[in-house]
């Protein structure tokens, strides 16, 4: 069980929320400078197991996906409430309904065997691999520094 961090006060940064109507679930601090004003659940994350290729060492890896349950609650005697299973994707966010949340979990359900099965393929695939050859690589970056300086002498010319 969730422990129900709602704290009624009449000063807070988010007056308009109804601390009454705070559900068992909702772990906002309600009257702090961070709420936002809605009542949320705790997120269930996926985390990239690895930086993605715009990180940079040292940052961390990204969140996937994440899920929380979030109720707007913003004057409900005129505005009403609408709750959703906000979904965070890099860059976004989904706000699911319960039909729509059904269709992400069979979508994932559905892909979990592909990605099982792509895990086979890159287990077999990368068998083949072989690392790098420092000594053609110096070869190499030689030869097409050459080739960029006589491009660039005879376009100067
Ligand atoms: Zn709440």
Redesign the pocket.
Known sequence: MVANH?VPTSNSSAAY?TRDG??WW?V?G?GSPRDPGW?ESLSAHVTAPALSANQCTGERPETLLSATVVTLADRPDVFGTTTRLWVDVPGDTLELTVPETDMLIARLEAFLPRLRAARQLLASASMDDRPENPAAVERYMTALHDRITARTVAVAA
């Open positions: 709602c929320t705070c559900p909702c906002t309600h009542h």
